[in-house]
């Protein structure tokens, strides 16, 4: 019943900046916490950031300070400024969004399909 579309992936240079956002369609009644994981090849999906509905913010260690999660609630977007990307970062980034389906009581996991962030050196 939710759709998540990501964007603002691609291809940059260490020290540069990207911007990653993801929009949330479909029979919803509430959104609650979106966020941000990613997969580098040969690794586990990890945490990079999240952000509730009341704003409150969580980042990965080797992200905080560099990246910022941000969220439009009028447009059910979660958007993620990525500045002095490493290329470490490099990684498959998926948009994760918790969200109560419209006619629903219990909030459900939904993820994007994935955009591929690379930083080369």
């Known amino acids: 019943q939710v759709h998540l579309v990501e964007s603002g992936g691609g291809l940059v240079q260490a020290g540069g900046s990207l911007r990653l956002s993801c929009t949330a369609s479909g029979k919803i009644f509430d959104i609650n916490a979106m966020g941000w994981y990613r997969q580098a090849p040969g690794k586990q999906r990890e945490l990079v950031a999240t952000i509730t509905g009341g704003g409150i913010t969580k980042y990965a260690d080797v992200v905080r300070g560099r990246f910022t999660i941000s969220r439009d609630n009028a447009k059910n977007t979660v958007s993620l400024q990525m500045n002095s990307l490493k290329p470490e970062d490099t990684a498959v980034y998926y948009c994760?969004?918790?969200?109560?389906?419209?006619?629903?009581?219990?909030?459900?996991?939904?993820w994007g399909q994935g955009t591929q962030v690379t930083v080369s050196s």
């Open positions: 994760n969004c918790n969200a109560v389906p419209l006619g629903d009581f219990l909030t459900r996991n939904y």
